[in-house]
């Protein structure tokens, strides 16, 4: 059983910074593929950030390249997202999902919140 349980999001400054954090169990086949997403109120899901977990191989929306940076840690099997320079439309739910490819993903944990004042 594949499960994704997100954490670190909170309250922080404009300017501030966030890591966050997937903790990632069950299959290794299945959850190669790590992804960040992200949904503000009354807007649609937004990708964030992708990350193979096996070669380390980092994707990136483009319009989040430069302050975000994901990363993982394979003994720990939990995939982290960085966050810089945060500003208030960052503001959002951050999921992060799982699957056996880019893109694919079958499975989703419950989010963290991130709110960025200004």
């Known amino acids: 059983q594949v499960q994704l349980v997100e954490s670190g999001g909170g309250s922080v400054q404009a300017g501030g910074s966030l890591r966050l954090s997937c903790a990632v169990s069950g299959s290794s086949a299945n959850t190669d593929y790590v992804g960040w997403f992200r949904q503000a109120p009354g807007k649609g899901r937004e990708a964030v950030a992708h990350?193979?977990?096996?070669?380390?191989?980092?994707y990136y929306a483009d319009s989040m390249k430069g302050r975000f940076t994901i990363s993982r840690d394979n003994a720990k099997n939990i995939v982290y997202l960085q966050m810089n320079s945060l500003r208030p439309e960052d503001t959002a739910m951050y999921y992060c999902?799982?699957?056996?490819?880019?893109?694919?993903?079958?499975?989703w944990g419950q989010g963290t919140q991130v709110t960025v004042s200004s």
């Open positions: 999902a799982s699957g056996p490819a880019l893109g694919s993903y079958n499975y």
């Open positions: 990350i193979r977990r096996l070669s380390g191989t980092e």
